[in-house]
């Protein structure tokens, strides 16, 4: 039984009497203009290429065409089977720190990308090759927020990420343990599948407990990963609108520096890794240890293969084209050289 991917086409066909139609009085057209200038027996030696029957039969040709590529772009199919596959993986709450700081460069330059654009950077070169897994993303500063929950579709946390900018929290500071735990809450309730937080931070951490938080995260069996961004000799903060230099109550430039001691203690705490943003092998330490972690089914996927039959009609279609291009509506001169059938008058009798 034949099903069609893009049924709408078939819509098309519709156009084939119209165009019988048109053609049968353009014909009709030209056969009144003819007559004006005598009748058939009259003209028809005056007319000796002229062919009756191949400018119908060029027509029927052309019709066929026509609904061979219509059925070929409603991509035909014969048949359906249906497959299933499991889909094995681990879970992963990312949390990005969106705070003023994260503006500041993430070098010794200040003219360099800057944290969260590092942080974005690492993230999505992580995110391709998390292949399988579930992922979500949460953005936090004095509070958290849920950008995105967990989810299987690489390109939609991809899309959600590059969203991601410092003005989506509107209460300044860096809750870390904040984010920690909203992260740990977020998971599956299923107790197969391993769970990971990913902290990408510049460790600037004044408002709560966030080793206390990672450390709990840790007693559920979930491991706590961390990002440092930024440089350990600091950096100024630009201010958004571009005008110069976050600067303090004195009027000197306010320096936000990479806290690595505190995002390494949050990682031993969560039993995870800490990395440097600005190494060279950033990501390919963070999915190594990722990948260290035990897979699980995370989703089953069913879907249905059809054998798709549009090519035998496209090769159909190829051969009328062909067909076309070597009928000629006059009578062919070139062939009318080789007498197949009759005899040369001087041939000898036998």
Request: charged fraction near 20%; aromatic fraction near 8%.
């Amino acid at each position: 039984m034949f099903t069609f991917a893009h049924p709408q086409y078939l819509y098309l066909l519709l156009l084939l009497p119209v165009v019988v139609v048109l053609f049968w009085l353009a014909r009709a057209s030209r056969r009144r203009q003819l007559q004006r200038f005598g009748r058939d027996e009259v003209l028809a030696p005056l007319m000796p290429d002229v062919s009756a029957y191949k400018p119908w039969l060029r027509l029927g040709l052309e019709l066929v065409l026509l609904a061979l590529v219509i059925v070929v772009l409603a991509r035909p199919r014969a048949g359906a089977s249906k497959t299933t596959s499991r889909v094995h993986g681990i879970e992963v709450m990312v949390a990005v720190d969106v705070s003023n700081s994260m503006n500041a460069s993430s070098t010794d330059n200040p003219q360099d990308v800057s944290r969260l654009q590092r942080a974005k950077m690492i993230l999505e070169k992580l995110i391709d090759r998390l292949q399988g897994d579930k992922v979500g993303l949460i953005v936090f500063a004095g509070n958290s927020y849920m950008q995105m929950p967990i989810t299987g579709d690489a390109a939609a946390a991809k899309l959600f990420l590059n969203g991601i900018n410092t003005g989506m929290a509107p209460t300044q500071g860096t809750a870390i343990g904040a984010a920690v735990n909203m992260a740990v809450n977020s998971f599956s309730q299923s107790k197969k599948s391993q769970k990971a937080v990913i902290v990408i931070t510049d460790g600037e951490n004044f408002e709560d407990d966030a080793v206390g938080a990672a450390r709990e995260a840790q007693k559920q069996g979930i491991q706590v990963d961390v990002i440092g961004v930024g440089s350990e000799h600091g950096a100024p903060i630009p201010m958004p609108d571009g005008s110069g230099y976050l600067t303090d109550d004195e009027g000197q430039p306010v320096t936000t520096y990479l806290n690595e001691q505190m995002a390494q203690e949050i990682a031993q705490a969560g039993r995870g890794v800490y990395v440097n943003g600005n190494a060279a092998d950033a990501v390919d330490t963070l999915h190594d240890t990722l990948d260290k972690l035990a897979k699980s089914d995370l989703a089953t996927i069913s879907y249905t293969q059809h054998d798709e039959q549009f090519p035998v009609f496209a090769w159909i279609a190829l051969a009328v084209l062909l067909a076309l291009i070597l009928l000629m509506e006059r009578k062919n001169p070139w062939l009318e050289k080789f007498n197949f059938f009759t005899r040369e008058k001087n041939e000898e009798t036998l």
